[in-house]
């Protein structure tokens, strides 16, 4: 997420700390994979690199990006974060009525760590 962040906002020290949150073996091994599927290139600028590599999101990938989201998705995340700041208690976050809005909603405060995977309450019936 943070590499799609605006330059002029972009912080490499944040990112850097993101990254060595994890171990260094995955990290190489998942910049290796998307490099790979064309993801990320090695860039020929200093502009929001991966600290540690001179790599960046790929300009193929951004196009991609951008032409697959859904035409409302948006409007459905603004809708579901105002649902989710009206709520006084914990809500049961049920995968089979998520739409991608909700889903670019949370993953949004996850990015700003204003949820966090152990605060989603899993909704398992046991056979």
């Known amino acids: 997420m943070s590499l ?20 260094e073996d995955i990290v190489k091994d998942t910049v290796q994979e998307l490099v790979k599927i064309g993801t990320l290139i ?21 196009t991609r990006l951008a032409g697959d989201l859904p035409s409302n998705l948006f409007d459905q995340a603004k809708e579901f974060d105002k649902f989710l700041n009206q709520q006084e208690t914990k809500i049961i976050f ?27 309450i899993k909704n398992h019936t046991t056979k």
């Not at 799609?4 to 850097?16: G, Q």
């Open 94 to 120: 049920q995968k089979d009525t998520v739409s991608s809005g909700m889903m670019a909603c949370l993953l949004d405060l996850m990015s700003q760590e204003k949820v966090f995977t152990k605060d989603l």
């Open 42 to 62: 090695k860039s020929p600028r200093n502009d929001r690199v991966i600290p540690g590599t001179r790599n960046a999101l790929s300009a193929k990938f951004m």
């Open 4 to 23: 799609l962040t605006p330059s002029e906002r972009f912080d490499p020290f944040h990112v850097f700390m993101i990254v060595k949150s994890f171990p």
